[in-house]
Nanobody
Framework: QVQLVESGGGLVQPGGSLRLSCAATGSMGTMGWYRQAPEKQREWVAQITSGGSAIYADSVKGRFTISRDNAKNTVYLQMNSLKFEDTAVYYC?????????WGQGTQVTVSS
């Protein structure tokens, strides 16, 4: 059974930066990040293929960067210029063949 474990969340001031990590227990195909703010639906943030092609939601484009280290089965989300509205639980999602796996989430709070 594949497990995804996120880390790196925390409290940051507006304009600050955080780097999230998601480590998988095995090799994965496309991996992505989603987030869910209080009382809102979970939304897609970014994803990256095993070959390194990345796409982003308009709300984070230019501020967030997704990357991965296939040797470590780990995907990262570098978040810069954070805004209040980026506050959410961030979830890692990974695809392996026909199956989808989710991490447990990590809280990101942007507050002054």
């Amino acid at each position: 059974q594949v497990q995804l474990v996120e880390s790196g969340g925390g409290l940051v001031q507006p304009g600050g930066s955080l780097r999230l990590s998601c480590a998988a227990t095995g090799s994965m195909g496309t991996m992505g990040w989603y987030r869910q703010a209080p009382e809102k639906q979970r939304e897609w943030v970014a994803q990256i293929t095993s070959g390194g092609s990345a796409i982003y939601a308009d709300s984070v484009k230019g501020r967030f960067t997704i990357s991965r280290d296939n040797a470590k089965n780990t995907v990262y989300l570098q978040m810069n210029s954070l805004k209040f509205e980026d506050t959410a639980v961030y979830y890692c999602k990974g695809w392996r063949q026909l199956s989808v796996y989710w991490g447990q989430g990590t809280q990101v709070t942007v507050s002054s």
